[in-house]
């Protein structure tokens, strides 16, 4: 990483407000905030298309109720849309509840953003996040009616575009599983092939997976890696089938799944013990990578407390785009750690936040 032109900034969407973060050698930071204080913030986006900072994030005020906010400022002024940017059209009977998921389309598709909700929704925005569109598609689908609540609500808490085909989505839900779209979203098409289900009469359906999170790695689309309720796979056919990589993990259950973004091999998980016991396997917080496609996993300690019994949520951690990768951890703690060497070893950006929901790192000029 050359420190002479690049920084990273880190946007860290919490219980009660987002922080930014900045470093120059994604070592130490300086931390600026809180920014929409008392506001829950379980999404963020940092959209640096076109050569500006765009920030965006899925806010919750008690008051107010949820929305998408936008700022051009590094956080010091925010706007959003008259009468709200996702509003569910007349007739559909239903609200929004919490914005999920933000995720700016590829630089080709520069005013392109999507949103992934509650209830079970995906949301398009062609000017850049200020107003958002139904995809009608997904939630006209004939297995809606049978997408039932995970234990944090029903919505769709993942959506990753394709990164050279602007007709392809790949949404995750829980409970419903992986979907893709290969039409621009007018027709949706389950891809949960080969994933057990342990709570379910058939162990392997079409779809009701509690998928937890999905990560494309590589460059072309094809690679993904899953983490489920109970499980940990791979896909090398964009989904269309999955196969278990658990083996050599201390456990199957999680909530985090990462994907090198030039390195298909590569990816990360955060085990947690159990459904039951949703805390690190004994009490340490340990940062699992694979650089052989999930054929072997290797516990990164290094920076990592052992004394911790707190969860890493499923958007609580990202990678940059930078050479070698940063990775960036959140936990229900309130701190956030930071791997400049690709989760060998980690520094704290941040302590004693409250509950972290959201972690997203982008790469601007210095």
């Known amino acids: 990483m050359d420190t002479t ?4 900034i880190v946007a860290i969407g919490t219980r009660k407000g987002l922080w930014l ?13 809180p920014h929409l204080l008392m506001t829950e913030v379980p999404s963020v986006a940092i959209d640096t298309r076109g050569g500006t900072l765009h920030l965006l994030a899925g806010a919750r005020s008690e008051h107010w109720g949820p929305t998408v906010q ?10 959003e849309a008259d009468g709200g940017a996702i ?32 209830p079970t929704s995906l949301w398009r925005s062609d000017d850049g996040g200020c107003t958002f569109s139904l995809v ?42 992986v979907y893709c779209t290969e039409d621009g979203g007018s027709t949706w098409n389950p891809r949960n092939r080969g994933i057990h289900v342990k709570f379910m009469p058939d162990p392997y359906p079409e779809f009701g997976q509690c998928v937890h999170k ?16 109970h499980g940990v796979y791979r896909s090398d056919d964009a989904g269309a089938s999955w196969q278990s990589i658990a083996d050599g993990l201390p456990a199957d259950f999680g909530f985090v799944a990462l994907g090198h973004p030039r390195n298909a091999d590569t990816a990360w998980v955060v085990p947690l013990t159990a459904d039951a016991q949703r805390v690190p396997p004994d009490g340490r917080l340990r940062v699992h990578r694979t650089t052989d496609g999930g054929a072997t996993w ?48 980690f520094t704290t950006i941040a302590e004693n936040l409250p509950d972290v929901l959201c972690v997203r790192a982008a790469v601007v000029p210095a």
């Open 5 to 8: 032109t690049t920084s990273v």
């Open 214 to 229: 999905v990560a494309a790695a590589g460059p072309d689309g094809a690679r993904w890696y899953a983490q489920n309720h």
């Open 298 to 345: 290797t516990p990164n300690a290094s920076g990592l407390p052992d004394d911790c019994w707190v969860t890493p949520l499923r958007d609580a951690a990202c990678v940059d785009a930078l050479d070698p990768v940063g990775v960036y951890v959140g936990t229900r703690a309130g701190a956030v750690y930071a791997s400049a060497d690709e989760g060998r070893t």
């Open 70 to 79: 936008h700022s051009d400022d590094l956080g010091r002024t925010w706007t």
């Open 136 to 177: 009608q598609g997904l939630w006209d689908h004939p297995h809606r009616p049978q997408w039932y609540p995970g234990f944090g609500g029903a919505a769709v808490h993942t959506v990753v575009p394709h990164p050279t085909d602007d007709q392809r989505v790949t949404v995750a839900m829980s409970t419903g599983g």
């Open 87 to 118: 509003v569910f059209p007349e007739g559909a009977d239903t609200a929004l509840e919490r914005v999920w998921q933000l995720h700016p389309d590829t630089a080709e598709r520069p005013g392109v953003v999507w949103a992934g909700c509650e």
């Open 21 to 33: 973060a900045r470093s120059d050698d994604r070592r130490t930071w300086t931390l600026d905030g």
